[in-house]
């Protein structure tokens, strides 16, 4: 009796010491918190958008690490045991650790888990801080779909529709201005401009048009600014630097989305085309000093109250294109929102509004159906000044 005792004390402790010993390997082996210092960048895939960033910056890179080192989980389960019980849903994210050019390990993000295909890592807060420390980078650091090299860093590489321009003879430059500075002729074939340059006066003409273009002569070949070249050519344009790369984009067709979803091809109108009596400006009920965005699903509240942010705003509002203003006939039509909206004349509230589905912004009489830029820009900065605010703790 006292042999079966002990055995059963012996196995209890073993399990007890197995379990605490799993949980600390377990998390040191499942993130690679022995390699840290050695991971040079960290590659973050967006899986609605297929987005790829790259984080190369050591305070970065070092806190998502910190972060890792740092959480709770609730519990710890392997990948099986979890597919056996539940349902593997698609990840939000895929991180790479990189060392070098080589990948040391590879994790999915979810608000709900952290996994691979061995273990399941649930946090003990949902939405977890590591989901939403990768979310704010995301946002926060230019999208490439091209994964670089490591020997690609640190260059002046041109991207054009996420393939490199390559110069044969004549290499891309920063020059004393801040400009960069790219070979006209070359970036005139790529972008297939059909553009003349004089850089004697500093003109250039593209479809009979002449436009100003700042330009250099530089070893018998003629450089122009790319930001302004492309600018001319309606070509969207960001500046990593860090990696030092300028990536030149097709602007968004805001109309687009709604198109495919709606099936209406025609633009009715603008900010300031009367529907039956309404604009989507006295809607709105503009000017407006303040904006606050509540999230319903979060219950949390942004603040926008920089004049820079509101000119923004109320630039895109006034390039938004309007398809339909209509009194609303059924009060019960998608009850659920996204945003509730209110706008302020100095401190006082002088308009709600709320968020509905992907293109429908309504009252209690109206319902107003516009174009995507304006949601675009309000999920952007409302979920990015979420992210920040449960990040703080960390000091980011």
Known sequence: MKAIKMIVILLFCLLCNTIVFAKEMDREQFFDLQNSKNTTRIEIIEKETGNIV????????KKMYE????????????????????????????????????????????????????WIFFPEETPNDFYYF??????????YKKTFLEEDFYKNIILFKDNMVIFTKNKPYLNDK?????????????????ASYNVLSQKVTIND??????????????????????????????????????????????????????????????????????????????????????????NYTTT?????????????????????????????????????????????????????????IKDDVYRVSISTEFFDWMYHISEMTYAKALLSHWKI
Do not use: C
């Open 67 to 118: 972060i890792l080192e740092k959480m709770n989980f609730s519990k710890i389960m392997t990948y099986d045991a979890y597919v056996r019980e539940n349902k593997m849903d698609a990840s939000n994210y895929t991180v790479k650790f990189y060392q070098g050019d080589t990948p040391s390990k590879e994790i999915e993000v979810t608000k709900e888990k952290i996994y691979d295909n061995k």
């Open 178 to 194: 801040n400009h960069i500075m790219a070979e006209f002729k070359t970036l005139n074939v790529v972008l297939n401009a059909n």
């Open 54 to 61: 790259n984080i190369t910056k050591e305070e970065e890179v």
């Open 304 to 360: 926008i109250s920089k004049e820079s942010d509101i000119q923004q705003l109320q630039e895109i509002w006034n390039n938004t294109t309007v398809y339909q203003i209509e009194k609303q006939k059924n009060q019960s039509d998608e009850p659920i929102f996204r945003y509730a909206i209110t706008l302020y004349q100095e401190d006082v509230a002088s308009k709600t509004f709320f968020m509905t589905s992907e293109n429908v």
């Open 134 to 143: 990768v979310r704010y980078l995301s946002f926060t650091n230019p999208s």
């Open 209 to 298: 048009i002449q436009n100003p273009l700042y330009g250099e002569e530089k070893e018998g070949a003629i450089y122009v600014s790319v930001d302004e070249f492309v600018n001319l050519l309606s070509y969207d344009t960001f500046w990593d630097d860090t990696l030092k790369i300028l990536s030149i984009q097709e602007p968004k067709n805001h109309n687009e989305r709604w198109e495919k979803l709606r099936g209406i091809p025609e633009v009715y109108g603008n900010i300031n085309t009367i529907f039956e009596g309404m604009s989507l400006k006295q809607f709105l009920n503009m000017p407006f000093t303040k904006m606050t965005i509540k999230n319903e699903k979060t």
